[in-house]
T-cell receptor
Framework: GAGVSQSPRYKVAKRGQDVALRCDPI?????LFWYQQALGQGPEFLTY????????KSGLPSDRFFAERPEGSVSTLKIQRTQQEDSAVYLC???????????????FGPGTRLLVL | KQEVTQIPAALSVPEGENLVLNCSFT??????LQWFRQDPGKGLTSLLL?????REQTSGRLNASLDKSSGRSTLYIAASQPGDSATYLC????????FGTGTSLTVIP
C-alpha cells in the first residue's frame, strides 16, 4: 500500500473489555513501532519490532498490553481488561527496509482513537 | 531518561511571518533528531530528519538545525502560510524514541 494503515480508526470499549488494534506497515518495511498518544501530549514509545522480532517492549505500561508481529508484516497491539487510563490514540509507524531502526524516517499511520468508558 | 521539551507550547502568527520553533533534549547521545507535523485527527508526517553527525537540514521553506552539545534543535519556517497551521513535534532518537509535547501553530490569514 501507499502508506501505513491502521484499523479500526475509532474504538469505544467498556472498562474490562479486551481490544485488538491492527497496523499494516508500508510493504517491505523492516521496522515497526507502536506509540501511545494521550490528549495534548506527544507520542510515548510502547514497543519496537524488527521483522517478527520484538526488540524493545520497555514502553508497554503494564502486562495488560501485548504486541505481536508473527510474520514480520502486520502487527497487532492487544490490550486486555481495558482501563479508563488506556484511552488515547495509538499510533503505528514503520521504517525502511534498507536501514531500519533508529537511523531512518518513521512513517506514521493515522492512529486508532481508543475510548474506554 | 531522555526528556524532550518544546517551546512555545502554542504560537499564533500572521501570514507571511518567519518563525522559529524550539526543541531541547537532555541526553545528547542521540542517533537523530526528527521534526514532524501533526494535523488534527491525523498521524504524524515527517518534515526533516537530522542525523547526529549533521548540523542542519533544509526542505523548501523549512530549515532545521541541530546542536547536540547544547541539546537543542530549532525549526525555522519562512514566509508562513495558513496551511502551515498544525502541531509540530520533535523527536530525539537514542536507545529509545522520545517525543516532545509539541508546539501548536496557528497562521492567521
Amino acid at each position: 500500500g501507499a502508506g501505513v494503515s491502521q484499523s479500526p480508526r475509532y474504538k469505544v470499549a467498556k472498562r474490562g473489555q479486551d481490544v485488538a488494534l491492527r497496523c499494516d506497515p508500508i510493504s517491505g518495511h523492516v521496522s515497526l513501532f507502536w506509540y501511545q498518544q494521550a490528549l495534548g501530549q506527544g507520542p510515548e514509545f510502547l514497543t519496537y519490532f524488527q521483522n517478527e522480532a520484538q526488540l524493545d517492549k520497555s514502553g508497554l505500561p503494564s502486562d495488560r498490553f501485548f504486541a505481536e508481529r508473527p510474520e514480520g508484516s502486520v502487527s497487532t497491539l492487544k490490550i486486555q481488561r481495558t482501563q479508563q487510563e488506556d484511552s488515547a490514540v495509538y499510533l503505528c509507524a514503520s521504517s525502511s527496509r534498507l536501514a531500519g531502526g533508529r537511523g531512518e524516517t518513521q512513517y506514521f499511520g493515522p492512529g486508532t482513537r481508543l475510548l474506554v468508558l | 531518561k531522555q526528556e524532550v521539551t518544546q517551546i512555545p507550547a502554542a504560537l499564533s502568527v500572521p501570514e507571511g511571518e518567519n518563525l522559529v520553533l524550539n526543541c531541547s533534549f537532555t541526553d545528547s547521545a542521540i542517533y537523530n533528531l526528527q521534526w514532524f507535523r501533526q494535523d488534527p485527527g491525523k498521524g504524524l508526517t515527517s518534515l526533516l530528519l537530522i542525523q547526529s553527525s549533521q548540523r542542519e537540514q533544509t526542505s523548501g521553506r523549512l530549515n532545521a538545525s541541530l546542536d547536540k552539545s547544547s541539546g537543542r534543535s530549532t525549526l525555522y519556517i519562512a514566509a508562513s502560510q495558513p496551511g502551515d497551521s498544525a502541531t509540530y513535534l520533535c523527536s530525539a532518537t537514542g536507545n529509545q524514541f522520545y517525543f516532545g509535547t509539541g508546539t501548536s501553530l496557528t497562521v492567521i490569514p
